[in-house]
């Protein structure tokens, strides 16, 4: 007998699936190896940036209040009274009509409070003593970096949760971070069904294709920010295929299988979340491609029933999984971002379901346009490569034309949204 | 005596640079390991996608031309001869009014030309028969993935120079890349000068700051797809440090230095260069923050003498160095995509030099918006942390306001731009 399932909106599907609750682990990794992974704390700054007042050009540090009146018409002479080399510390008081040679970088001598820069003097010798000759009067302050003005001791630089990009690695090096804490990749599992699957080196046959999905599903997972760990394809037979399911999930948080959830005759994974004691959230959601994707919960686990279909099976975990991945990295924005855009062309089927059209952003004039990436058949596997976002056209309506405006989620994005979208 | 620079237009700078020829290098990588590396060959379609008619939908084959008439008041009932799993092959020839229980992806009867989804029929056994009952006709074609209809054999899917992606993976696995080839890394190596520098694990201490800069700059290297290789401080030494950067260029593809670039008494870069018999290129840029970036070549390999300045550096790489890595990856279009965007807040200071503002793009009613991500004097390294764009303030002008139309270079995208920009 056919089994009738009732779906539930996205927005339901996603909210059972987030009210569950996913913990973050810290680890600390060698701050050489922190790219790209996400801050388990806030990074705050522990002293003032820059920690001391310094000079941001190569000149001659010296007292404002000395260069009032300097002109072309009346150069001023000040002596040389020492020279500073980046990082050394200043020595000599600096008196009156004094001057300081100081390097970019280096700390200002007390005494000072401006800079000229050293394509505005002159250096002149007088009886073995060295002079700078200059044409202007310079300002209290002037070419001088303040001790804190870029970040004061306390301040919050970085929020947690960030994706680590060269910036914050300087900012981290700035404050000694020479270990980083950052998020635990969360380990999820990948399990293939289906046995028209053959190995990517294998070569073609009827009615047979090449499992692309895992391979696909794998390289979203890192995307995403977690780890994979591929479990092959699980076997035609019940009692095997639940006892490998029991001990993948001993080694993942998430566990994610492709195909064998629609609702054929063949579809082992309801009968095994039965026997494992998993409470299914889900089994059919309202939206194209993906209906079929099931997800229940075992424990602190998820398990992902993603649809066999190449494109179904990536709008399902850029949908589902993704927010929980964000979320065990430290993310306050979990979600995909969501930008409005200009749809670049028609869409004029209508759909009762809630419809993610693989497409790729543009902008002209500064302004955000998507256009589709290719045909937007379910089981079309090209138009994902060319896809850097997914835009939501809503179920309901009579279709859509070119020119309307819609929202898109953007996939590549590390700035990412909160729920409700 | 100083020495006076004669800075050259940043357009003339990366066109200097990128006249220069730089080969990229293949090497094949297992499909597993290849996420987020640089195709080094065009993806041709090996054969058709799908390869054989398939049915897109659970449900039973059939022939269109026996539905024509059937209605709620006149269901048809089909009697079902076969039923196809996944991967398995028709077996045997469709007659009139009869059908095949057909999986999802599964091979089509040759004699079949639509399915019925399982939802919209009625199971009937009758004298240990079964048939299906449904009650609407289908057209020819109706729900069947035909062959070729994804992809054509000889289509080029994906171009060489694409970073490789989720949808480009399954694209590689469904025509049996079991190994792909993609860009080699090439290898840039770097070096710290600047005796102000403390390494990141030791305590700050009066006129010293901890070395951010090659922390940020080998961040930068991964971001454009490159290998790193830090080869430490160069010491205040002439011949120590010529030798130090003659060894380290038999290993690189192309050498930073930062910092010591200045104008500055301490700087030895410019006798090194000499020394090296390295052509130097331009050693002033018309442009803020970096205006004191130097490049220089030497046989095929270029030196760049990127500023000590956190944000010089940063904006120095992202102009000089990123448009070579991405050439060696085979891409068509180097350098950072440039888009046009309104600037969120004013800047009035009028810049004789062209200007580069780090700043956060945001996307609003799907307008482009750039605002300052922090203070943006050259030293300030907090406000790269938040930064996703570099704005382009063209000098000679009298300052922008808020509302006004300007160009960004987006830093964390893939796609690129050619040049002019």
């Given at each position: 007998?056919?089994e009738r399932?009732?779906?539930?909106?996205?927005?339901?599907?996603?909210?059972?699936?987030?009210?569950k609750k996913?913990?973050?682990?810290v680890e600390?990794?060698?701050i050489s190896d922190?790219?790209?992974?996400?801050?388990?704390?806030?990074?705050?700054?522990t002293?003032?940036v820059?920690?001391?007042?310094?000079?941001?050009?190569?000149?001659?540090?010296?007292?404002?209040?000395d260069?009032?009146?300097?002109?072309?018409?009346n150069?001023f002479?000040?002596?040389?009274?020492?020279?500073?080399?980046?990082?050394?510390?200043p020595?000599?008081?600096?008196?009156?009509d004094?001057?300081?040679?100081?390097m970019?970088?280096?700390?200002m001598?007390?005494?000072?409070d401006?800079?000229?820069?050293?394509?505005l003097?002159?250096?002149i010798?007088?009886?073995?003593?060295?002079?700078?000759?200059?044409?202007?009067?310079?300002?209290?302050?002037?070419n001088?970096?303040?001790?804190?003005?870029?970040a004061k001791?306390?301040?919050?630089?970085?929020?947690k949760?960030?994706?680590i990009?060269?910036?914050?690695?300087?900012?981290l090096?700035t404050?000694?971070?020479?270990?980083?804490?950052?998020a635990?990749?969360?380990?999820?599992?990948?399990?293939?069904t289906?046995?028209?699957?053959?190995?990517?080196?294998e070569p073609?046959?009827?009615?047979?294709?090449?499992?692309s999905?895992?391979y696909m599903?794998?390289?979203?997972?890192?995307?995403?920010?977690?780890?994979?760990?591929?479990?092959?394809?699980l076997?035609d037979?019940?009692e095997?295929?639940?006892?490998?399911?029991?001990?993948?999930?001993?080694?993942?948080?998430?566990l994610?299988t492709?195909?064998?959830?629609?609702v054929g005759?063949?579809?082992?994974?309801?009968?095994?979340?039965d026997?494992?004691?998993?409470?299914?959230?889900?089994?059919?959601?309202g939206?194209?491609?993906?209906s079929?994707?099931?997800?229940?919960?075992?424990?602190?686990?998820?398990?992902?029933?993603?649809?066999?279909?190449?494109s179904?099976?990536?709008?399902?975990?850029?949908?589902?999984?993704r927010?929980i991945?964000?979320t065990m990295?430290?993310?306050?924005?979990?979600?995909?971002?969501?930008?409005?855009?200009?749809l670049?062309?028609d869409?004029?089927?209508?759909?009762p379901?809630?419809?993610?059209?693989r497409t790729?952003?543009t902008?002209?004039?500064?302004?955000?346009?998507?256009?589709?990436?290719?045909?937007?058949k379910s089981n079309?596997?090209?138009s994902?490569?060319?896809?850097?976002?997914?835009?939501?056209?809503?179920g309901?309506t009579?279709?859509?034309?070119?020119g309307?405006?819609?929202?898109?989620l953007?996939?590549?994005?590390?700035?990412g949204s909160?729920w409700?979208?």
């Amino acid at each position: 007998m056919v089994e009738r399932r009732t779906p539930i909106s996205v927005s339901d599907a996603v909210e059972k699936v987030m009210s569950k609750k996913f913990e973050g682990a810290v680890e600390w990794v060698p701050i050489s190896d922190c790219d790209g992974r996400f801050l388990a704390e806030d990074i705050v700054a522990t002293h003032d940036v820059p920690h001391f007042n310094r000079a941001p050009y190569d000149g001659f540090a010296l007292r404002s209040v000395d260069t009032a009146g300097a002109s072309r018409e009346n150069p001023f002479e000040f002596e040389v009274v020492e020279e500073l080399g980046a990082g050394m510390v200043p020595q000599k008081p600096v008196k009156e009509d004094q001057a300081v040679r100081i390097m970019t970088g280096t700390q200002m001598p007390a005494e000072c409070d401006a800079v000229i820069m050293l394509e505005l003097t002159e250096e002149i010798k007088k009886d073995s003593r060295i002079y700078i000759r200059f044409k202007r009067p310079l300002k209290k302050g002037e070419n001088v970096s303040f001790k804190g003005e870029d970040a004061k001791k306390g301040d919050v630089l970085v929020k947690k949760g960030s994706m680590i990009n060269p910036g914050i690695k300087a900012v981290l090096a700035t404050f000694g971070y020479d270990k980083v804490p950052v998020a635990k990749k969360p380990v999820i599992g990948v399990f293939a069904t289906g046995s028209e699957l053959l190995d990517v080196s294998e070569p073609i046959e009827p009615g047979k294709i090449r499992n692309s999905n895992s391979y696909m599903i794998s390289a979203q997972i890192k995307r995403a920010g977690a780890d994979v760990l591929y479990f092959g394809q699980l076997v035609d037979n019940l009692e095997v295929s639940l006892e490998a399911i029991r001990q993948a999930l001993e080694k993942v948080d998430l566990l994610i299988t492709t195909g064998g959830v629609s609702v054929g005759d063949y579809d082992l994974l309801p009968d095994i979340y039965d026997k494992l004691g998993a409470e299914v959230l889900f089994n059919k959601v309202g939206m194209r491609p993906g209906s079929v994707t099931t997800i229940a919960s075992l424990e602190n686990k998820i398990l992902f029933g993603l649809s066999g279909n190449p494109s179904a099976c990536y709008v399902g975990f850029e949908l589902f999984v993704r927010p929980i991945v964000r979320t065990m990295l430290f993310s306050d924005k979990p979600h995909l971002q969501k930008v409005q855009a200009i749809l670049g062309a028609d869409f004029k089927k209508p759909n009762p379901f809630m419809r993610f059209v693989r497409t790729k952003i543009t902008y002209k004039n500064g302004q955000l346009a998507v256009v589709p990436s290719g045909m937007d058949k379910s089981n079309i596997i090209t138009s994902l490569a060319g896809s850097n976002s997914l835009t939501i056209l809503p179920g309901g309506t009579r279709g859509f034309s070119e020119g309307d405006t819609v929202f898109a989620l953007l996939l590549d994005d590390q700035e990412g949204s909160v729920w409700p979208w």
